[in-house]
Nanobody, 120 residues
Framework: QVQLVESGGGLVQAGGSLTLACTSS????????GAWYRQTPGKQRELVAS????????????NYADSVKGRFAISRDTAKNTVYLQMNSLKPEDTAVYYC?????????WGQGTQVTVSS
């Protein structure tokens, strides 16, 4: 069973930075697509960034939501079973609960979420 544990959330002022980490209980991120989603009350969970391996080329595949391009960076360390989300130039609208996701052959695993609050 895949268990994901997030860490690194907290309170930060606008313009600041935070780094989130998601560690898996087993070695999954070398084969699964790792991703970060976020959710605010009353809204659907939205994809922030994802990192995987392109099936055709074997190269790394990274995608970002338009709202975070140029400010956030997703990365992974497969030796540590961990996916990171480096968040820079944070804005109040980035405030949300951030969830780690692992998509393994279309089976989704979720972390418990970590709160990120950006004050203006």
């Amino acid at each position: 069973q895949v268990q994901l544990v997030e860490s690194g959330g907290g309170l930060v002022q606008a313009g600041g930075s935070l780094t989130l980490a998601c560690t898996s209980s087993i070695s999954v991120f070398s084969v699964a697509t790792g991703a970060w989603y976020r959710q605010t009350p009353g809204k659907q969970r939205e994809l922030v960034a994802s990192i995987g391996t392109a099936l055709t080329t074997g190269s790394k595949s990274i995608n970002y939501a338009d709202s975070v391009k140029g400010r956030f960076a997703i990365s992974r360390d497969t030796a540590k079973n961990t996916v990171y989300l480096q968040m820079n130039s944070l804005k109040p609208e980035d405030t949300a609960v951030y969830y780690c996701n692992a998509n393994l052959k279309d089976r989704h695993y979720w972390g418990q979420g970590t709160q990120v609050t950006v004050s203006s």
